[in-house]
Structures are given as structure tokens and as C-alpha cells.
């Protein structure tokens, strides 16, 4: 992408100083031209990582394809889809990326194989911990079985009963313990001191080197959209999008999408720095975030064009509006970037947009509670 960059803006200041026609210092201004062009295009290609590095991107085009190679060692890409009657609900040409469709339900596994490969590929064989509230805690243990690594998950009391039976046949060892997520996350970093693990964050580059693949999949099958809604919980998703649009270098709208009851993003997003939360009171679990990252918040301060909160009846809603127009099912979380549509659809009316269905992994009894036209209680906190 760097190389296509400077290209582009050197043929357009090459285009402004053009000398006239005929002009008899065309030859060596053409000359003069050319090699300046190829000593900075040389230039760029030597400092690649650097320069990458400089703007701020997630990883450089080389760690892209290395990351890429691995995901797709695994899996096949997922379908991404301009749904006709989702068109006809809300006046916009919608394409759903189905990340619902991945081994695990939901994206997280993208990252989850890359950062358990790369970490193999370091000599690092040590069992490892993370705390989840289920999708990151399927991706893990996922990865980590083939590369020979034991896994331990913590997620929170009251957690989705599905998600902990998907996690243990995973081979995971489940630990329940927190009333949140921030809660299970603190238990498990004291957890790895006392038993000798190696912490897998819920947010780390390696993670959103495999989970932007999806984006890229989005982007080569639909094009340049006008926007794309990407739910958060700690923010890999989102991230991985804007990295993808940047090397891309496309000038679609990033637009992320927190629930109202865990809005620790979009507070911070607004204040420019970290806003915790004192509570998460939202069934879309995994949105459920008390505290922020720095380093995705940064990195999504500074590439997204804003940030909508919906309550948990409009994800409800949206569950069933992808129900009815795509016959897919979706998890709280996994229909927030629709539901963020959903709410701005006039705005939108018109253009392009896509809408990332992070994951289906919901409960069999609160799914049908919700297309049953109800929204489901929050338990504990």
C-alpha cells in the first residue's frame, strides 16, 4: 500500500509541475522525473516495516500474507452476502460479512490460529490463559489444540451455558469465577502468576492480524463501501477493519457499534482517552466491556468515523431482522453492527454498507425468547 501512496501523490505533483509541451527542457525534466520516482519507490519497498510502523498500522503487507496463510490453513474464507430483503427493510444495499460461518461460530478463531502458530514459531510452548466470555475463549483452545498447547478459559459467573460446553469440548479446562468479564479477567491474571501460564489477551496484534482477513475478504468480494459497522468488545474486530481499509487504501467509513449499557468505547472515543464503565448490564455479552484498551482505543480513535450505542431491544430487533431476511442465526454481539444500521438507515440511504455478523453463538432458549419478539434479561452483574 505505501508504494501505491507515494505513487499516486508523486503523479500528482508530477502532473502539476508538468512542463508545457514542446518545451525544450521536457526531455531532462522527464528524465529528471523518472529517477526521482524510482529512487523512492526503492526507497519505500527497503523500509516497508518501518514506514508502516510510523502511520500507526497493525502490521505490515509481509505479516498480512503470513497471517493470511495461516488462517487459511485451516479454514475456508466466509460468504459475504448483498441480502435482497435486508435492501428492501432498510433502503440501503447491505452486504453481511457471515462470520457466523467460521469453525468456531464467530471471527475470534482468525485470531486465535495466528497468534498460537506465530508463538509456536518463537519456541513458546507453555500452557496458556485467557479470559473470555466465550468466543475468544472458543478460539483459543481451538488453536492451541493444534499446536499441542494447553489451554485454561476463565469467563464469569452465569456465562452462556452453550458457549462453556463449546469451550470444554474444545479441550479447554473452564474456570468460572467474576460477575463480568473485567471481573473474570482480573481472577485470570492471578490465576497465571500462581499456576505458571502465559496470558493470552483478549487484544493483541497477532489477534487482529488474523481477524482482518475477514475484512479483506469483504473488501475483494463487494469493493469500495461507503461505510462498514463493526461491533466492539475489546476491539479487535474493529481494528482489524480500519488496518484492512488503510492498506486497501479505500476510503470507507468505519463505523463501531457498542451497546448503550456497556458504553466504555464511545465514551472514551468522544473524551479521546480511556472512560471505564462501573457496570455492563447488556445480554449481548459480547459487547459487555467495563474498560477499554488503550491500544485498540488509540488505533480506533484515530480510524473510525464514529461510534453509535444501541440498546439491547434494537439488538434484539436486529436478531430478528436478520432472522427473517437471511435465515441466519446471531448472537447479541453478532447483531450489533446491524443493529447500528438499523439506526441510522436514512442516513444511509442509498449507499453501500457493510455489516460484520461477528458470530452466532447464542443460548437454543434465549434465541427463541428473542424471536419470540423479547428481549432477554441480563443475569447477574
Known amino acids: 500500500m505505501i508504494v501505491a501512496d507515494i505513487a499516486r501523490h508523486f503523479n500528482r505533483y508530477r502532473m502539476m509541475l508538468q512542463c508545457p ?77 457471515h462470520e457466523n460461518h467460521t469453525p468456531t461460530g464467530a471471527f475470534k478463531v482468525r485470531g486465535g490460529l495466528v497468534h498460537m502458530r506465530l508463538r509456536r514459531e518463537r519456541g513458546q510452548s507453555n500452557g496458556v490463559i485467557t479470559a473470555s466470555t466465550g468466543n475468544h475463549g472458543q478460539s483459543i483452545p481451538f488453536a492451541a489444540r493444534r499446536e499441542g498447547v494447553p489451554a485454561v478459559i476463565v469467563v464469569p459467573e452465569n456465562n452462556s451455558t452453550e458457549k462453556n460446553a463449546a469451550m470444554r469440548s474444545l479441550g479447554a479446562e473452564l474456570v468460572e469465577i467474576g460477575h463480568d468479564f473485567n471481573a473474570a479477567k482480573d481472577a485470570m491474571e492471578q490465576m497465571a502468576g500462581e499456576r505458571n501460564l502465559d496470558i493470552v489477551p483478549s487484544f493483541h496484534r497477532e489477534l487482529v492480524m488474523g481477524v482482518t482477513t475477514y475484512a479483506h475478504e469483504l473488501f475483494a468480494a463487494a469493493g469500495e463501501l461507503d461505510a462498514v459497522y463493526v461491533p466492539i468488545g475489546l476491539g479487535s474486530g474493529c481494528c482489524g477493519v480500519i488496518a484492512a481499509r488503510d492498506m486497501l487504501g479505500l476510503r470507507t467509513e468505519v463505523i463501531g457499534v457498542v451497546s448503550s449499557e456497556a458504553n466504555t468505547y464511545a465514551l472514551s472515543y468522544k473524551a479521546g482517552k480511556p472512560v471505564p464503565t462501573n457496570s455492563v448490564r447488556t445480554f449481548a455479552e459480547g459487547m459487555a466491556v467495563r474498560i477499554p484498551h ?46 447500528g444500521l438499523m439506526q441510522e438507515y436514512k442516513e444511509m440511504a442509498g449507499k453501500r454498507v457493510g455489516v460484520i455478523l461477528s458470530g452466532g453463538n447464542i443460548d437454543a432458549e434465549r434465541y427463541a425468547h428473542v424471536l419470540a419478539g423479547g428481549t432477554p434479561k441480563v443475569r447477574g452483574n
Open 21 to 97: 509541451p514542446g518545451s525544450q527542457f521536457e526531455p531532462l525534466y522527464c528524465l529528471h522525473t523518472s529517477i526521482t520516482a524510482l529512487v523512492i519507490i526503492v526507497w519505500a519497498r527497503m523500509n516497508e516495516a518501518r514506514i508502516e510502523q510510523s502511520r500507526g498500522a497493525v502490521y505490515t503487507p509481509s505479516e498480512y500474507e503470513k497471517a493470511r496463510s495461516i488462517v487459511y490453513e485451516t479454514m475456508a474464507p466466509t460468504l459475504q452476502h448483498n441480502w435482497p430483503l435486508l435492501a428492501d427493510a432498510l433502503g440501503v444495499e447491505v452486504w453481511v460479512k
Open 294 to 339: 488503550p491500544e485498540a482505543l488509540d488505533y480506533i480513535i484515530t480510524g473510525a468515523t464514529r461510534i453509535v450505542e444501541v440498546n439491547d431491544d434494537e439488538v434484539a430487533e436486529a436478531m430478528r431482522l436478520a432472522y427473517q431476511a437471511t435465515h441466519n442465526i446471531t448472537e447479541g454481539a453478532g447483531a450489533g453492527a446491524l443493529a
